[in-house]
C-alpha cells in the first residue's frame, strides 16, 4: 500500500493545481512503488515462481493489506516485522493486520528465513480449540515433511500435573498423523519460555493461535502471541482461535 499525500486548499481557484499536482505525486510514488517491487521480484524469486506485483493507494496501510485480502481471498498474509518501538511491540501495522484480520498470518524478521521448515515448534495449551488452530498449521506445513514438536509450558500461576498435560497432548495427537514429539517445559513467563526452547533447537517455525477481538474489544488481544511475535528472530506463524 502506498499513503496518498495530503493537500489543502484555501482558495476555490487552487482546486485545479490541487488535483494536478495531486495526480503528478501519485503517479511518481506509483511508478517508484512498483519499480521496486519488480525488482524485488526479480532479485528474491525464480522465473518459474507466479509473483504478482500490485500498488495500492490508501489512508494507511494496515487498511490497505486488510481490503486487499478481502478481495484476493489469500490462504495467509505475509509481513515483516516493521519497526519495534522498543522490545515488546511489534511493527504499528503488524500488530493492526494480525488483530483485525481473520487469517492466518505469518510474521518474518529481517534476518530470519521461511524457506526451510523442517523444525516446527505448535506452541499450545493442547485444549479442545487446539486441534481446529494446528488444523490451518497443518494446511500451510503440508508437503514440507516438517518434524513438529508440541510444546506446552507449565508455569506457577497456571500450575498443572504432568499427567494431565500428557493425557491431553496424547489425545491432541490422534486427530493428525504428523510426525510429532512432545516437549513440556516449566517457566515463568510463557512467551519467554517458547522463544527460549525454539532458539535452543534452532527451530525453523513457531505457530500458535490467537485469539482476535475486534472493535471495541481490539487492545484485549492474545498477549501472548503478540509477545512471542515480538520476542523472537524466527517466523512466527499466527493462526486464529474460533474459540
Given at each position: 500500500?502506498?499513503?496518498?499525500?495530503?493537500?489543502?486548499?484555501?482558495?476555490?481557484?487552487?482546486?485545479?493545481?490541487?488535483?494536478?499536482?495531486?495526480?503528478?505525486?501519485?503517479?511518481?510514488?506509483?511508478?517508484?512503488?512498483?519499480?521496486?517491487?519488480?525488482?524485488?521480484?526479480?532479485?528474491?524469486?525464480?522465473?518459474?515462481?507466479?509473483?504478482?506485483?500490485?500498488?495500492?493507494?490508501?489512508?494507511?496501510?494496515?487498511n490497505g493489506i486488510l481490503d486487499y485480502a478481502d478481495e484476493l481471498n489469500p490462504d495467509l498474509i505475509l509481513l515483516g516485522e516493521g519497526e519495534k518501538l522498543d522490545k515488546i511491540r511489534i511493527g504499528a501495522n503488524a500488530e493492526r493486520v494480525l488483530r483485525l484480520t481473520d487469517l492466518p498470518v505469518?510474521?518474518?524478521?529481517?534476518?530470519?528465513?521461511?524457506?526451510?521448515?523442517?523444525?516446527?515448534?505448535?506452541?499450545?495449551?493442547?485444549?479442545?480449540?487446539?486441534?481446529?488452530?494446528?488444523?490451518?498449521?497443518?494446511?500451510?506445513?503440508?508437503?514440507?515433511?516438517?518434524?513438529?514438536?508440541?510444546?506446552?509450558?507449565?508455569?506457577?500461576?497456571?500450575?498443572?500435573?504432568?499427567?494431565?498435560?500428557?493425557?491431553?497432548?496424547?489425545?491432541?495427537?490422534?486427530?493428525?498423523?504428523?510426525?510429532?514429539?512432545?516437549v513440556i517445559r516449566a517457566g515463568k513467563s510463557v512467551e519467554e519460555s517458547i522463544v527460549r526452547y525454539a532458539n535452543s533447537i534452532d527451530a525453523d517455525l513457531i505457530s500458535i493461535g490467537i485469539k482476535r477481538k475486534k472493535k471495541l474489544s481490539l487492545y484485549f488481544t492474545d498477549r501472548v502471541t503478540e509477545s512471542v511475535i515480538s520476542l523472537s528472530d524466527i517466523p512466527v506463524l499466527a493462526v486464529n482461535n474460533p474459540g
Open positions: 500500500s502506498i499513503i496518498l499525500p495530503e493537500f489543502y486548499v484555501t482558495e476555490l481557484s487552487d482546486y485545479a493545481l490541487y488535483q494536478k499536482e495531486l495526480n503528478s505525486k501519485v503517479d511518481k510514488i506509483y511508478d517508484q512503488s512498483i519499480s521496486l517491487l519488480h525488482g524485488m521480484r526479480k532479485e528474491y524469486f525464480a522465473d518459474t515462481l507466479r509473483v504478482n506485483c500490485k500498488v495500492l493507494p490508501a489512508k494507511n496501510i494496515y505469518l510474521v518474518v524478521k529481517r534476518n530470519s528465513k521461511i524457506s526451510k521448515r523442517k523444525k516446527v515448534i505448535f506452541a499450545s495449551d493442547f485444549l479442545d480449540d487446539s486441534v481446529k488452530v494446528f488444523s490451518q498449521v497443518n494446511e500451510f506445513l503440508k508437503d514440507s515433511n516438517s518434524s513438529i514438536r508440541l510444546l506446552y509450558i507449565n508455569t506457577k500461576s497456571k500450575f498443572e500435573e504432568y499427567e494431565v498435560i500428557k493425557s491431553r497432548i496424547e489425545k491432541f495427537k490422534k486427530n493428525f498423523s504428523a510426525d510429532f514429539s512432545v
